[in-house]
């Protein structure tokens, strides 16, 4: 018989950086519980020996996950159960991916039901994706009600990953103690989604200020986490002095030069139009020009840096929401759309760009190649019905041609 109890901590993400900025919040939280074992199976970060070492061996567990490949993060998950303990988990999960990740460690846990203590699940949007999902199960015909019952009726939950079934990742409670995690709540409010606030009813709204509420000694090891340089931190801090225009960068997956090279132009045009007396967009005199270019834009970025020398250039690879840990709070912010905008006051929103046609119905029988443009259509209504902006304010890029 076995009678020792183990709580176990999984924090699972090898696709966003939203979720694991939340899922390091939950850390701090409980960082003084010295016994529970945490396994961590992460994408962007890692787990620097300053927090390993503040426990006992074997207490903090880290699998860097590349290429999507879980199945080091499943091998270090089934040793759990090697080790002779019933174990409680507490799973937190990318909301989206979910059902996907969560398949191969329940196939482990049912090889081994003697040892499953409780389970319980937390699961994070992963940015945009989430609130643009929403708005796209509102759009639809999707008979909520039925999808629910649909979900009800699973006898074996393997079935799941093949099941067509939309709503499927908000209903985790069907199976299990679930809370949700969004980057934004509102659209739930809308009437069609009363009977699925119903079927999930415990869900909060992510807060990166959550990081503030945290010790400085905490502040300084979630940084080391998140591999933040002491430079970019002295950065924000003078930032923190001026009154700044923040242009949010894309990409483009083509790396064509020509392409890149219109894609250059059409940035350069952008920003012109954004800090000039004469532009589309002008936002107004006084402002520092601060520039936030895509991670995987070095073409684009490069000829930024070349055309607008005298302005800041933040680092590509750190995301938004580590800017924003770190106080970076624009005046005024625009360019092109990104999860960014979701974290921002409404007034200092300036106008936004998205890379759509503004003027094409996109279907679901649209070619492949149009995916995109679909995708940002979808993301712009989302940002409007949210009140993010006014449509008044989304551009498509194509305007951006003839200025």
Do not use: C
């Not at 074997?58 to 699998?63: A, E, P, S, Y």
């Not at 909060?204 to 990081?211: E, G, H, M, Q, W």
């Amino acid at each position: 018989m076995i009678d020792k109890v183990q709580n176990v901590d999984i924090y699972l993400d090898p696709y966003a950086t939203l979720p694991t900025l939340s899922y390091l919040f939950d850390f701090f939280k409980h960082k003084e519980d010295k016994e529970r074992i945490r396994l961590f199976g992460l994408k962007r970060f890692s787990i620097p020996d300053d927090i390993k070492n503040l426990y006992s061996e074997g207490k903090i567990r880290f699998v860097k996950i590349m290429n999507l490949d879980q199945t080091e993060f499943n091998n270090e998950f089934n040793k759990l159960f090697l080790e002779g303990s019933i174990l409680n988990f507490t799973f937190h999960l990318n909301l989206s991916h979910s059902w996907k990740l969560f398949t191969p460690l329940l196939e482990i846990m049912n090889s081994n039901p003697k040892q499953i203590g409780s389970v319980k699940v937390h699961l994070y949007d992963d940015g945009s994706e989430g609130a643009i999902n929403l708005y796209k199960i509102r759009k639809s015909d999707v008979d909520i009600d039925a999808k629910i019952s649909e979900m009800k009726s699973i006898t074996n939950i393997h079935q799941l990953n093949k099941l067509d079934n939309p709503i499927k990742i908000y209903l985790w409670d069907i199976f299990y103690d679930a809370k949700y995690h969004f980057l934004e709540t509102k659209e739930l409010s809308e009437e069609k989604f009363i009977p699925l606030i119903k079927a999930m009813p415990n869900y909060d709204k992510i807060n990166l200020d959550a990081f503030n509420e945290l010790s400085k000694e905490d502040r300084n090891l979630y940084l080391k986490v998140v591999d933040v340089s002491s430079e970019l931190i002295q950065t924000i801090d003078k930032l923190k002095d001026n009154d700044i225009f923040l242009f949010t960068g894309t990409t483009i997956f083509d790396n064509r030069i020509d392409i890149q090279e219109k894609a250059k132009k059409i940035h350069i045009t952008a920003i012109n139009n954004y800090i000039n007396p004469q532009g589309k967009f002008f936002i107004g005199e006084g402002f520092k020009l601060v520039i936030k270019g895509h991670p995987n834009s070095n073409y684009i970025n490069n000829g930024l840096r070349q055309h607008f020398s005298e302005s800041i250039h933040l680092p590509e690879n750190v995301p938004y929401e580590i800017l924003y840990l770190l106080g970076l709070r624009p005046n005024k912010i625009g360019g092109f759309a990104s999860t960014s905008y979701f974290s921002q006051k409404r007034e200092s929103i300036a106008d936004i760009i998205f890379l759509t046609d503004l003027n094409t119905d996109f279907n679901s029988n649209i070619d492949t190649e149009f995916d995109l443009f679909k995708s940002q259509k979808n993301l712009m209504e989302t940002m409007i019905n949210l009140n993010i902006v006014d449509r008044k304010n989304t551009h498509s890029y194509m305007e951006l041609f003839n200025s």
